[in-house]
């Protein structure tokens, strides 16, 4: 079946360092694929996606690169900030229309960004 | 323009009880998605429910099961309670029985099984 595997936190960083955390996806076809930001006591917020391979999602200065050949969708920023801490997912989703879909989650990577 | 709500915000219940959380989509969202997330876990797809009806299911036993209300809205029913459904239980809801729009997750019902 579909999985996507992240890299285990936490990361921990200090303000203005370069941020990387690996996604890399098994799956059969080519989905789209998503980041998502978990904040503390608060729902999965998306943070960008890329529905194609070369595509690239960006927000708030983080980006992300769908790599076909290397399945995977590593997320990068050049500069945290402490607001910045958070634990950040790394998902994929069949487009079936009228079928019902379902996102599939790697497990987490908590980022903690030091003053 | 409210998002997603969800309700209770924190339960606790002891083992062989039953559950059931509800949740409301954003405004215009028609179709809603159930996760459970375990503590230090990913979110796990529980199922899917578009036009009243469960359109995908993911691996839970039917001790989970749900609904969807002509308003759209949404409850998860839990039977039989194990310490293992102990966990963070987030609704999602979007548009058209599809997740190509952009899912919007409500922040959580926290179950605890004593």
């Not at chain 1, 960006?58 to 969708?73: I, P, Q, V």
């Not at chain 2, 058209?96 to 959580?108: I, Y």
Request: hydrophobic fraction near 35%; include cysteine; charge should be neutral.
């Amino acid at each position: 079946g579909d999985s996507v595997t992240q890299m285990e936190g936490p990361v921990t960083l200090s303000e203005e360092a370069f941020l990387t955390i690996n996604c890399t996806y098994t799956a059969t076809g080519y989905p789209s694929l998503f980041w998502y930001v978990q904040y503390p006591g608060e729902g999965l917020q998306l943070l960008l996606k890329a529905t194609k391979a070369d595509d690239k999602g960006s927000n708030k200065g983080f980006e992300a690169t769908y790599r076909k050949e290397t399945t995977s969708f590593h997320l990068e920023k050049g500069s945290v900030q402490v607001s910045d801490s958070a634990v950040y997912f790394c998902a994929l989703i069949f487009v079936i229309k009228a079928a019902g879909n379902k996102l599939t989650f790697g497990g987490g990577t908590r980022v903690l960004v030091k003053p | 323009d409210a998002g997603v709500t969800q309700s209770p915000t924190h339960l606790i219940k002891t083992r062989g009880q039953q559950v059931t959380l509800r949740c409301s989509p954003k405004s215009g969202h028609d179709t809603v998605s159930w996760y459970q997330q375990a503590l230090g876990q990913g979110p796990q797809f529980i199922f899917q429910y578009y036009e009243e009806e469960e359109r995908q299911r993911g691996n839970f036993p039917d001790r989970f099961s749900g609904h969807q209300f002509p308003n759209y809205s949404s409850e998860l029913n839990v039977n039989a309670l194990l310490l293992g459904d102990s966990a963070l239980y987030l609704c999602a809801s979007s548009v058209g029985g599809s997740g190509a729009n952009v899912l919007t997750f409500g922040a959580g019902s926290r179950l605890t099984v004593l």
